[in-house]
């Protein structure tokens, strides 16, 4: 392990009787670095991330936290880790900034302290206004940014959010981004799963995309979007393969159909491009390579539930 590495992973699985949730995937995480982890529902990120949060034992493997074996220091490793789960497990009883004084308990936080720090993570979250609210009438945004409060309390070194702002208008969630690029910069390192491929472009050095319980590919989003989708990518509609592909012959290429749609991916897609506008009426949008077409590329466009 290498100084820099907070979490280190070694083969590790997780089973829930006969179903293998996580099937020994290995991946470190390094100081102040903010690793994703994609997958389509059911591929195992949260279960991956709830090892490394010390929610859920494992079934076999190694996994280390701030260089401490998660099945005998799950007291340290939960005093320097931050979590914003996927579900809002807010105490409905409770108002807002009842609920971060309360949750600063676990961490053994003065009162006063904790009231102080509470105050300013609400205003860090622009929630501070609705403090003496119950949580129960807030928005599905406003409880997503308490969430993200209430994860801070402890000024964790590490950060775990699970699909932070699933369900949040443009709004709300270019918030929670720029707050999390602000905790970046100050130097928390981060692990997030997201199903919005942008939200991990935007935020994350790194990614590994999961599926069934394996980690399929890891690296950074350029990378995997330059290896695995290329640089151009059109979109040609409601065309018969044969008309487009024949006109495409001796450039290099990789295509799929998907329904009505024809995606080809070019490295460079200028030739193909022009041959395209060759063929009379067709629809055809051209647009660069991201990591939803690796994602998709990888994991299939079949649905999963
Ligand atoms: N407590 C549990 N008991 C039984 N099965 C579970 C449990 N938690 C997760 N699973 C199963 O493990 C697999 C992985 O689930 P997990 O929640 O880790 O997926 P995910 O990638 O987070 O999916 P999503 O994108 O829908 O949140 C699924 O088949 C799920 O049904
Ligand atoms: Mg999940």
Known sequence: MTAEAIVVARGISKSFGSIRAVDEISFQVTLRECY??????????????????????????????FGLDVSQHSREIKAMVGVAPQDNNLDPDLNVIENLVVYSRYFDIPRREAERRSRELLEFMSIDERRK???????????????VARALINDPKLLILDEPTTGLDPQARHLIWQRLRELKRKGVTMILTTHYMEEAEQLCDRVAVMDSGKILVEGPPRELIERYAGRDVFEVRRAEDNRVLLRLQGLEFGFERAGDTIYIFSRDGDEIGRRL????????????????????????RELRD
């Open 36 to 65: 994703g982890f994609l997958g389509p529902n059911g591929a195992g990120k949260t279960t991956a991330i709830r090892m490394v949060s010390c929610h859920i034992p494992l079934t076999s493997g190694i996994l280390n936290v």
């Open 133 to 147: 609210e119950q949580v129960t009438r807030l928005s599905g945004g406003m409880q997503r940014r308490l969430i």
């Open 277 to 300: 506008l060759s063929i009379r009426e067709l629809e055809v949008l051209h647009r660069r390579a991201n990591l939803e077409d690796v994602f998709l590329r990888l994991t299939g």
